[in-house]
């Protein structure tokens, strides 16, 4: 399955490539669709929302994870601003930062962080709704990562990790966590298998096909439920339409 952008996308997303990693980390990234929802930009994150909806025809999505091959290929901006159109769709939405090395969450809305996380209820007996804070966007709460741990991947693949999942998945309608890049580190593919779906963001002339073709492989391994990958970055002159879908005609092939 692909997701491509349509030219006022690639302006939006190419304006985020000149912010630096470190950038995204201390500021956050930019939530167009809750600064603008009328946007184009944003109109097409809720394309992306529907097609993503529509993946789920045999299944239940109740947990979506969105991670990318390495760093720095978007899938912060592109968690965040999905999660704000699930919310402004009516859908009582959290959002995990489970990006306990590079978190972001905490800067792009504004919120607390040093004092609890999920690293905090990962690590402890205390009640999971405790971390739980609410955001400017209506229908949409949010965990922060809390402090960095020394054990991120041993904290995710938990047996509280796999508890508290259960527990949001009864309390929410969608739960959406922003993962660490597959390659580095190990921690996507100890949470992975715990979810319903994957997206792999992956950026045009920065991803090589090996680093996809290695986080697939590693994705299958754990048997995680990849339900497609959001192309990011496309320039103009490559894009002939904006959609999702396996091999749809007006997508084409990199």
């Known amino acids: 399955m692909r997701f491509n952008y349509h030219k006022d996308m690639y302006e939006y997303v190419s304006s985020q490539k000149n912010k630096q990693f470190t950038s995204s980390i201390k500021n956050g990234v930019n939530l167009i669709t809750n ?5 184009v930009v944003s109109e097409q994150f809720r394309t992306l929302r529907t097609n993503i909806n529509f993946s789920a025809v045999n299944h239940e999505l109740k947990t979506i994870l969105i991670t990318s091959p390495e760093v720095n290929e978007g899938k912060s901006t592109i968690s965040a601003n999905l999660a704000v159109t699930w919310a402004q769709q009516g859908q009582k939405v959290l959002f995990i930062d489970a990006d306990l090395r590079q978190p972001t969450i905490q800067n792009t809305f504004g919120l607390f962080n040093r004092k609890g996380g999920l690293s905090t209820i990962l690590s ?3 009640d999971f709704d405790s971390v739980v804070q609410r955001s400017l966007v209506n229908n949409l709460a949010i965990i922060t990562s809390g402090p960095t741990p020394p054990n991120p991947a041993e904290l995710l693949a938990s047996k509280r990790m796999e508890n508290l999942l259960a527990s949001f998945r009864k309390k929410y309608d ?27 963001v992956v950026r045009q002339g920065q991803t090589q096909k090996a680093a996809v073709k290695r986080s697939l492989e590693l994705l299958k391994m ?32 990199t």
Do not use: E, F, R
């Open 35 to 39: 600064a603008d929802p009328k946007n």
């Open 222 to 253: 754990v048997k995680a439920n990849l339900l497609g990958y959001v192309l990011n970055d496309v320039t103009p002159k490559n894009v002939l339409g904006y959609g999702y879908g396996y091999g749809y005609s007006y997508s084409q092939d």
């Open 174 to 200: 969608l739960v959406v966590l922003d993962v660490p890049p597959v390659l580095p580190v190990t921690d996507t593919q100890v949470i992975s298998a715990k979810a319903d779906g994957v997206v792999l």
């Open 124 to 126: 402890s007996t205390k």
